[in-house]
């Protein structure tokens, strides 16, 4: 039997795909790529979070009709490649909040912090341990 990762994409809903992609791209130091969604041909932003294979699309910022941003519905975790503190301080500075602050994971599995992105999304962020 063939193991597959549980998640396999994931699409934040965004009412303003331009400050949404300022906002993940400061936060969390990437880069997204724009493109037009192939199914419906609204705008999408790319991210690329996995290091075992940069160039494969992990999810993406999404807009258009029949999407809406909400802090009551799921939280991923997304990888965090850096300074967990620094990336909250920033997420503050381009109008997120910080619902939970970091928080120690038990035994080697690192940090985390959840926060409301600049869209009203609850997005949580992962740290992994040194």
């Given at each position: 039997?063939t193991?597959?990762?549980?998640?396999?994409?994931?699409?934040?809903?965004?009412?303003?795909?331009?400050?949404?992609?300022?906002?993940?791209?400061?936060?969390?130091?990437?880069?997204?790529?724009?493109?037009?969604?192939?199914?419906?041909?609204?705008?999408?932003?790319?991210?690329?979070?996995?290091?075992?294979?940069?160039?494969?699309?992990?999810?993406?910022?999404?807009?258009?009709?029949?999407?809406?941003?909400?802090?009551?519905?799921?939280?991923?975790?997304?990888?965090?490649?850096?300074?967990?503190?620094?990336?909250?301080?920033?997420?503050?500075?381009?109008?997120?909040?910080?619902?939970?602050?970091?928080?120690?994971?038990?035994?080697?599995?690192g940090?985390?912090?959840v926060?409301?992105?600049?869209?009203?999304?609850?997005?949580?962020?992962?740290?992994?341990?040194?």
């Open positions: 039997m193991m597959f990762p549980a998640v396999t994409w994931f699409e934040i809903p965004v009412a303003d795909l331009d400050r949404a992609c300022r906002f993940y791209e400061t936060v969390l130091g990437i880069a997204l790529e724009r493109t037009l969604c192939d199914g419906s041909g609204h705008p999408v932003a790319m991210f690329k979070l996995c290091p075992q294979a940069p160039e494969a699309p992990s999810g993406c910022l999404t807009s258009g009709s029949g999407v809406a941003s909400t802090a009551a519905g799921i939280t991923i975790y997304l990888r965090l490649d850096g300074d967990l503190d620094g990336a909250l301080a920033r997420a503050r500075q381009h109008g997120g909040a910080v619902v939970v602050d970091v928080t120690v994971l038990p035994g080697d599995m940090r985390y912090a926060l409301t992105d600049c869209e009203g999304n609850r997005i949580g962020l992962h740290q992994a341990a040194a």
